[in-house]
Structures are given as C-alpha cells and as structure tokens.
C-alpha cells in the first residue's frame, strides 16, 4: 500500500468513514497540546474535532516533547490519522483532522515557544503522563533537584520539561503584555489543576519571585477528570484499519465507545464549546476525579501488575479469570465506594457495572505491561490516597494491600517463572537494585521499597496497620503466586 492518508486522498476514502465536516484550511489554532500521545488523539482531539464544525478558531498545534515518532507518522498525512472505536460490536473508523501541525520540541524549541506565546493559543492543553510534572507523587511539590528542572532553570530559554515550556512562554506573554493562556492538565495527577498550578508556581518564584506571584494570581488552571482506554496502537491494527482505509495510517489510535471528560469552567481567555460535543463542566471536579482515579485506574493497575504475574496478557484476557474478576468487584464495592463522596445524581452502581464491561471488552488489546509502567508515580493517586482514607477510618485494606504487593512483585523485574519483566518506571533502577539486596525475601523488599518517600511519603511506612497486610500480601505472592493468591482473596468475598 503505496498511497498515505493525506488532505490529497482523504476525500477518496470509502463512503463508510468518517471524516472532518468542515474546511481545515479555515480552522485556526488557538489550542497548544503538549504530550501528543496516543490518548489525547483518543480524547480530546476528538472533542475538539467534533466542534470545529462550528467554531474553527479552536484549532490544535500538537507538541512532542522527546520522541519524533508521532510528527514522523502525522506531518506527511497532513495531521490527519484515523480513531478506531472497537467493541464486542464490532469497529467504526473516523479521520480526525482537529490537529492542524505537529512540533518536535528538541528539534523546534523556538518555534514552539512562539506559538505558545502567540496571542491566539488561549489554552495550552497536557498530557504528558505523571512523570512529565517533574513533581514529588507524594506530596505534590516540584522535584526542585529533577535534573530538567535545574537544566530548565539554567537554561529557561530553551527548556526540556513541560512546566519549563509553559513557564517559559507565560514569561514572554508577561514581557509583551499579552494575557496568559489557561493550563488544561488532562493527566491522573490528584487535583490535577491544583497540582500543575502549584508546580508552575515554584517553578516561575524559583525564576523570579515577582513572576512567581503572578503565576499564582494570574494563570487559570482548572482540574479535570478524563476517561477513556486506549491500547497502544499494533501493526496488525495499522494492517486492518489500511485495508479498510484503502490508503496506509502510519499511527492510527484504537479506543472503547466509552468517553468522559469533566472540567472545571474557569477559561479568562475563552474556550471551545466542548459541552455541544459531550463534556460536562462543573464548578468542582474532584469527585469525579477521586471515582474514576479509585475505581478506574486503581482497579486497572491491581488487575495490571496482578494479570502480568499470572501470566494473562491483557486486561480482558484476565477479566476472563472469573478469580479476577470477583476481586476487582470486591476491591471496587468493600473498599473503594466507601471513601468516595458524590455529588447529589452520580451514579456509582452503573459507573461500576460499566467498568466491568469495559475492562471485558476482547476488542480492546490492553496490555497489562503497558498499564504497569511508571508505577512509582501511579501508585500514589491510584492506591494510596484510597488506603489513606481507609485507614483514617480503621477500615480493612485487604484488597488495596494486594495491588501494592502485586507491584513491588512485579518490580523486581523477574516474573514467576523465572522470566525478565522489562520494568519501565523512572525508579526501574533503584527499583532492581533494592530487589536484587532483597534476595527473594518479601519481607526485606517490602521494608526496603516502604522507605521510598517518594512513593509512600512520610506516613504509610510507619503504619503497621498499612504495613502489615502489604507484607503479608507480597508473602502470599511469593509463596503461592498470583492467581492463587486471587483466587483464594476473591472466594472470601462476603
């Protein structure tokens, strides 16, 4: 297949897909996204794309900030690339077009910094996953001694992190008289919008005081609560959804039908009307953000690093094992529900209940590999503010202490029969080192691991009540593995 998707072949496409109802060449960007992942393609590109129709001003210049790999699929096919809704139904394709240019930062770092300074981006956008924050998952406060960030603070004109990037451009819009732009963090981070505010914050008073102050009274960040699961992308999906096309996608994104973004409506400088394409904005996000961040990803993560161990493949494979599946439902009603605290209307039943069918969903090859990378920064909000909750109320943590054993397991970086787990996490190798002095000892990793203020703050390390079940949790995995150890878990359910 010789023939690329591009602005020349998209209107030769077969009459059954989809493609953007609108003229890009009038769209116009007033959208920077930095983190031009697999994610924000499935997400909200896809809003944005859905109300260009009406608005075109709204327009997306994506950024990558390490890898060129997206530019190098997407600048030939003008921006373009196809979204693939897969379900037990079957797969319906659709070309989106909202992303108008692609930068490599390392390769363009002045040119994106002025179109980040440009008076038409009104909203820069993230996700750049938890890691990209340059933060303490603990407590929330920049890494002052992340060697980006000092590299970043010695060299602001030319910067390598996100929140260099936005601080940088913030500074130029201030020098010009120009209004800063609002901060749309669409990453897992605890108060998401209060987390990357409190980064820009220090990171602009580490710059100049003065500039500090105005970060902290000026700039809009607003938390948000995104949802959706997007596999990495195969080749056997780019070999399908080329077939289908009759034309080659170099990076397509396959996704579930289900999508949900919540978002705090404070936009001084103006916004898309996300709400015509199904966002819901809301004056507080963070019960929504504590539902999916407990129910969603920490069941995705228990299920990942638990699924991994006992040798399933993906999520849907290991839903399959009934065990897992009456874990996960356990983990969500006994545990989980009970520390959430909704607005009057949320339904948590039918949340749940569609969860399970999500994670069940064959058409979805999620890896449970993909899912367990950079636990040590997912751990923090997926697990450990449910356990926090749970312990201030003297309540059993049984299942919540499994999934924080299943990743110090998995961390080890060898799997139950013996084989390498290629551990992907910014501590992989103080991870492997603590476990290699370990010698297979669970509770020697366990007390080792514990130490790791980062991950586990000043507080849970010296909690036997929090302790204690993660022990004896991680000895339950070593001595029986892990899909006995679900199972006889998953058999005591009330």
């Known amino acids: 297949?010789?023939?690329?998707?591009?602005?020349?072949?998209?209107?030769?496409?077969?009459?059954?897909?989809?493609?953007?109802?609108?003229?890009?060449?009038a769209v116009t960007a007033g959208i920077v996204h930095l983190g031009i992942g697999a994610f924000h393609r499935a997400h909200q590109a896809v809003y944005t794309d859905d109300i260009l129709i009406h608005d075109p001003r709204w327009g997306i210049v994506a950024a990558s900030l390490r890898s060129p790999d997206t530019y190098d699929a997407l600048d030939p096919q003008d921006g373009l690339y196809t979204l693939s809704v897969r379900s037990h139904e079957g797969e319906a394709l659709r070309v989106i077009g909202s992303i108008g240019r692609v930068i490599v930062a390392p390769r363009a770092t002045e040119e994106l910094l002025r179109t980040m300074a440009d008076p038409a981006t009104r909203i820069v956008t993230l996700t750049v996953t938890e890691k990209g924050y340059c933060h303490?998952?603990?407590?929330?406060?920049?890494?002052?001694?992340?060697?980006?960030?000092?590299?970043d603070l010695a060299n602001l004109r030319s910067p390598r992190t996100a929140p260099g990037f936005i601080v940088e451009a913030l500074r130029r819009r201030r020098m010009a008289g120009v209004p800063p732009f609002t901060v749309l963090t669409c990453d897992n981070l605890p108060s998401n919008g209060r987390t990357v505010k409190r980064v820009l914050t220090r990171l602009a008073e580490l710059v100049e005081p003065g500039f500090g102050r105005f970060v902290a009274d000026e700039v809009s960040c607003p938390s948000t609560m995104v949802d959706r699961?997007?596999?990495?992308?195969?080749?056997?999906?780019?070999?399908?959804?080329?077939?289908?096309?009759?034309?080659?996608?170099?990076?397509?994104?396959?996704?579930?039908?289900?999508?949900?973004w919540v978002i705090e409506d404070r936009f001084p400088s103006g916004r898309p009307a996300w709400e015509e394409a199904g966002a819901e904005f809301v004056a507080d996000v963070e019960p929504y953000e504590h539902m999916k961040l407990r129910l969603l990803n920490g069941s995705h993560s228990t299920l990942a690093y638990l699924g991994y161990l006992a040798g399933y493949e993906?999520?849907?494979?290991?839903?399959?094992?009934?065990?897992?599946?009456?874990?996960?439902?356990?983990?969500?009603?006994?545990?989980?529900?009970?520390?959430?605290?909704?607005?009057?209307?949320?339904?948590l039943t039918s949340y749940k209940r569609a969860l399970i069918q999500r994670f069940k969903n064959p058409a979805l090859r999620h890896r449970t590999w993909q899912i367990a990378m950079d636990g040590s920064q997912k751990l923090p909000q997926r697990l450990l503010g449910t356990i926090r909750d749970r312990l201030r109320g003297d309540a059993p943590i049984e299942r919540l202490a499994l999934g924080v054993a299943a990743w110090m397991?998995?961390?080890?970086?060898?799997?139950?029969?013996?084989?390498?787990?290629?551990?992907?996490?910014?501590?992989?190798?103080?991870?492997?080192?603590?476990?290699?002095r370990a010698g297979g000892s669970a509770e020697q990793l366990s007390t080792a691991l514990f130490a790791l203020r980062e991950v586990f703050g000043d507080?849970?390390?010296?909690?036997?009540?929090?302790?204690?079940?993660?022990?004896?949790?991680?000895?339950?995995?070593?001595?029986?593995g892990s899909a006995r150890t679900v199972a006889e878990l998953a058999s005591r359910r009330r």
């Open 314 to 347: 993906t999520v849907a494979d290991t839903m399959a094992d009934p065990a897992f599946s009456r874990l996960v439902e356990g983990l969500m009603d006994e545990e989980v529900t009970p520390t959430l605290h909704m607005p009057p209307g949320a339904d």
């Open 459 to 480: 507080d849970l390390s010296g909690n036997p009540r929090f302790t204690g079940p993660v022990t004896a949790a991680l000895q339950r995995l070593y001595a029986n």
């Open 409 to 436: 397991r998995y961390v080890t970086g060898t799997d139950e029969r013996g084989a390498p787990i290629d551990v992907r996490d910014p501590l992989a190798g103080q991870l492997r080192e603590l476990a290699d």
């Open 136 to 151: 303490d998952p603990a407590t929330g406060a920049l890494n002052e001694s992340h060697p980006d960030i000092v590299h």
């Open 229 to 260: 699961i997007v596999p990495a992308t195969s080749n056997e999906d780019r070999e399908r959804i080329g077939r289908a096309l009759g034309v080659a996608d170099a990076w397509p994104v396959v996704t579930e039908p289900f999508t949900q």
């Open 1 to 25: 297949m010789n023939e690329r998707l591009n602005g020349t072949t998209l209107a030769g496409l077969p009459a059954g897909i989809q493609r953007p109802r609108y003229d890009r060449s």
